[in-house]
């Protein structure tokens, strides 16, 4: 149909990397994590407990393929054998469809754990945002988790009702956050329980003459707020550390640490790695133990 | 006297008018954006039905989401107040009532008089509310008149997994993928939302007789869903229970003067 709209303003851009300091040739053990979450993939590649490799990908709707798409692209520049894996972990939503892993571990434990890794050892409340959930979690020194609260049950406060309000106003989700700063006045939240109901009221607003920016700010702050209430149960501990998709949404973000008063860590690492960094850290603990893949 | 009530829901803005708590006239219009035009109008139409002028109406009462819109109310009457009124003029023996609207749903406790004793709300999720067969509705490309006859057309019963209606969505659409049929589906749309108002109305006990009010009672396959999940035989239903909550405010309203 001509003048069809048929941009996909929820997609993202998928990603591989290779440390370039690192031989696999030289690595005693290797270990894979595979994060087969409900909208991206990722695998990580470890040798000896360093972060050698990753991917990041879209979910498809098959999970053994999205962890094999997600294994074959991690390992594409790396000519590293598949048979070289000394052992490989599964987590998330698919955990239980990773057909190479072998063993799968909750992305619960693995998010504290991959947190713990690329934040630091200070970090002891993790909030991840995945997709199509929001998870606060509690942690120790060692990444080990003391408690944790999630929400996977309703859409607001997770990925998927950022991918509802991108498509609606038709804005990349990926500019999301630069653009709801792009606003004079900070605009009142819209509803922040229900994303069916901010939909309603957004088109009520864009109705009334409000720029997309302020929709999106208006959103920006509902969600930040979602959120907040959901770590404000659990208690925040510092430091505090945010993993997953969302992270990457300064609009969200910056509008909920203002809530919570405290200054989130810093990372150069890709945030959506994290709970695939805990599974092949895991992985690396129990092959260490001699609790590896029997040979 | 003549008595008009108004109830300006989320959705659709319901009038009637009342002379000596006998209903005269309806009118209802969609409340869209601008809720004064959709009060005046509703105003408008119900006096045209009941064939009388503005000058006649004695006084007027309000209720709903939009009651604070409605500007020439003499008193506006909380919502819980007003269809436990309601389900005491239609059926005197009822004791629960239920009101499923578009954006709400509320289960209401009553005594032999109409008066409250208990209630639970929901206005905070779509998935208990009209609002989430209107999704579902989109996700299964029906139009939503269609949905509710489409469910007593289906002996399956597929359980629902999903709460959310954002999350039900592409639930609905793998239904599709893996070639559900589309009256399965709509049951099965149906069923979980039934079972979560079903939940609500536990939270103050099942006692008969029970009334259903709101826009959502004009759906056959829900009344079904929800006689099913509370399981009861008759669940009662008065002419129009889109405006139940309007005749509950006049009442109110009526009984106050």
Known sequence: MAGENTQEYWRWTESHWKNPDIRWEDAKIVTVGIDVGSVSSQAVVMTDGHLYAYSNMRTGSDSPESARNALNFGLEETNMPESRIDYCIGTGYGRVNVPMADRSITEIACHARGAHFIYGPEVRTVLDVGGQDCKAIRCDEKGKVVNFLMNDKCAAGTGRGMEVFADLLSVPIIDVGERSFQVKEEPESVSSTCVVYAKTEATGLLRKGWQVNEVLAAYCSAMAHRIFTLIERIGIEKEFAITGGLAKNRGVIERLMKEIGLEPMRTDWDTQIAGAVGAALFGYALVQKGKGRKK | ?257
């Not at chain 2, 008089?113 to 208990?118: E, L, P, R, T």
């Not at chain 2, 079904?224 to 239903?237: A, H, M, P, T």
């Open chain 2, 1 to 257: 006297m003549i008595i008009v009530g108004i109830d300006c829901g989320a959705k659709n803005t319901k009038t009637v008018v009342l002379r000596d708590n006998k209903i005269i006239g309806k009118g209802m219009i969609l409340t869209g954006f601008d809720q004064t035009s959709a009060i005046r109008e509703s105003l408008h139409a119900a006096l045209k039905d009941a064939g009388i002028d503005v000058k006649d109406v004695d006084k007027i009462s309000g209720t709903g989401a939009g009651m604070e819109e409605i500007r020439d109310a003499d008193v506006r009457v909380n919502e819980v107040k007003a269809m436990a009124k309601a389900a005491n003029f239609f059926v005197p023996s009822a004791r629960t009532v239920t009101d499923v609207g578009a954006e709400m749903g509320r289960a209401v406790k009553i005594d032999e008089n109409g008066k409250v004793i208990d209630f639970a709300i929901n206005e905070k999720c779509a998935a208990g509310a009209g609002a989430f067969i209107e999704a579902m509705a989109r996700a299964l490309e029906a139009k939503l008149e269609e949905m509710g006859p489409m469910v007593l057309k289906s002996d399956k019963s597929i359980p629902m997994n999903a709460q959310c209606a954002i999350f039900a969505e592409s639930e609905v659409v793998g239904l599709i993928h893996a070639k559900t049929a589309k009256a399965d589906i709509s049951k099965a749309i149906h069923d979980a939302m039934a079972s979560r108002i079903v939940s609500m109305i536990r939270r103050i006990g099942v006692n008969k007789d029970i009334v259903m009010i709101g826009g959502v009672g004009l759906n056959p396959g829900f009344v079904d869903s929800l006689k099913r999940e509370l399981e009861i035989d008759k669940v009662y239903i008065p002419p129009d229970p889109a405006f139940g909550a309007a005749v509950g405010a006049a009442l109110v309203l009526a009984e106050e003067t």
